[in-house]
């Protein structure tokens, strides 16, 4: 069986200051997808970021990053230069690319940004 | 692109009635079809799978009589709760997956049963 934890519930940061969110995984799978999901207030879920697991190179989008460390099974979110759009839900996922794409989540972190 | 509606955004049924929901992809075919429900402070819980054409895939420990899911068409699927109870308020979110691995969600659905 697959899993994912979050272990962190609650996250704050400054505005305009870098956080990191955490995230490990568990699967025997080798061919799978990792995902950071943003839900904000609306809760609207909003893709962030993806991460294919047999891409060595952590991915980036703008001011997102990941830390993927495959061996360790973890896979981080940095978040850099903050703004207060940034706060909401914060879910890890994990899809198994031969079991139809069905979306594993972690319990999720809420982010707060401070002014 | 990938747009994805749900209808309505929120329902308020009594005790005993049904109540259907409505997930359509908007500018793409979506060959899969998810439903979550989510409570408040916590994560999704998946409830089922559904490929066009063919019966859903239900997670362990969801009522397949309670919650029927069809999927008529490439754009289209539903979620009828049947019976409604007070304890089937939730908020549903649907969430649908093309081609690719990807999967993109609906506005969600707040039901409330009085």
């Known amino acids: 069986a697959q899993t994912v934890t979050q272990s962190q519930p609650e996250m704050s940061v400054q505005e305009a200051e870098t956080v990191t969110l955490s995230c490990t995984y568990d699967t025997s799978e080798s061919d799978y997808y990792l995902f950071w999901y943003k839900q904000p207030p609306s809760r609207q879920m909003i893709l962030v970021i993806r991460q294919e697991a047999y891409k060595q190179q952590n991915a980036t989008e703008n001011r997102f990053s990941v830390n993927f460390q495959k061996a360790a099974k973890s896979f981080s979110l940095k978040i850099s230069d903050s703004q207060l759009g940034d706060a909401a839900m914060y879910f890890c996922?994990?899809?198994?690319?031969?079991?139809?794409?069905?979306?594993?989540f972690g319990q999720g972190t809420e982010l707060s940004v401070k002014p | 692109g990938a747009v994805v509606s749900q209808h309505p955004s929120r329902v308020i049924c009594k005790s005993g009635t049904s109540v259907k929901i409505e997930c359509r992809s908007l500018?793409?075919?979506?060959?899969?079809m998810f439903w979550y429900r989510q409570f408040p402070k916590q994560s999704l819980m998946l409830m089922a799978t559904s490929n066009e054409g063919s019966k859903a895939t239900y997670e362990q420990g969801v009522e397949k009589d309670k919650f029927l899911i069809n999927h008529a068409s490439l754009t289209l699927s539903t979620l009828t709760v049947t019976s409604a109870h007070p304890e089937d308020s939730s908020f549903y979110i649907c969430?649908?997956?093309?081609?690719?691995?990807?999967?993109?969600f609906g506005p969600g659905t707040r039901l409330t049963v009085t």
């Open positions: 996922a994990l899809a198994i690319y031969n079991q139809g794409g069905k979306l594993i």
């Open positions: 969430s649908a997956r093309g081609g690719g691995v990807e999967q993109y």
């Open positions: 500018d793409f075919q979506a060959t899969t």
